[in-house]
């Protein structure tokens, strides 16, 4: 499980406390195994400032950040671990952008990743359009929808009114 903003979920004294509650829940047997990976947007050196590449990442609708998951975290991720081949063994949860992300990455790689958790997605920064819900955003090239590639995704928040399989 891919988990976009990875500090935030692991912050031990912070509101969600990821890294405890997935630790509980395996303890417990109440979730099975899984790997989490936990992934911080890029800081970009600009004119010798360190800038947040939040935005630029999370909120473009295109392949780019799915694939750098996929391409470059991932096989690193083998190297020490089984993974599953199937794409519904794998997901990816974001909040706010890292919602957007989450959708995006899932929607646009379904080779990759089968499920996506957005947490109060901020679809309206999203360059190019403003949907409110995932069953919105256009379909991109090459994307095939059948019941062998399902994508599945959880949207809360205000504007989020899509849940279940799209």
Not at 53 to 76: C, G, K, M, Q
Not at 142 to 147: D, H, K, Q, W
Request: glycine share 12%; net charge negative; with cysteine.
């Amino acid at each position: 499980m891919f988990f976009n903003d990875g500090w935030w979920y692991l912050d031990q004294e912070g509101d969600v406390r990821g890294g405890i509650v997935l630790d509980n829940l395996a303890a417990k047997h109440d979730l099975p195994q899984m790997i989490g990976v936990f992934v911080d947007p890029g800081v970009l050196d600009v004119e010798g400032t360190p800038t947040k590449h939040r935005s630029p990442e999370y909120d473009a609708f295109n392949d780019t950040y799915a694939s750098y998951l996929l391409d470059e975290v991932l096989p690193i991720i083998r190297t020490s671990n089984a993974v599953s081949d199937d794409p519904m063994m794998r997901g990816i949860c974001g909040g706010s952008s890292g919602g957007n992300a989450a959708v995006t990455a899932a929607w646009t790689r379904p080779d990759g990743l089968g499920r996506a958790i957005a947490f109060n997605p901020s679809f309206a920064q999203m360059p190019g359009g403003n949907p409110t819900r995932p069953c919105s955003l256009p379909k991109p090239a090459g994307r095939r929808v059948s019941s062998s590639t399902p994508l599945t995704a959880i949207c809360t928040g205000t504007n989020a009114s899509a849940t279940g399989s799209l």
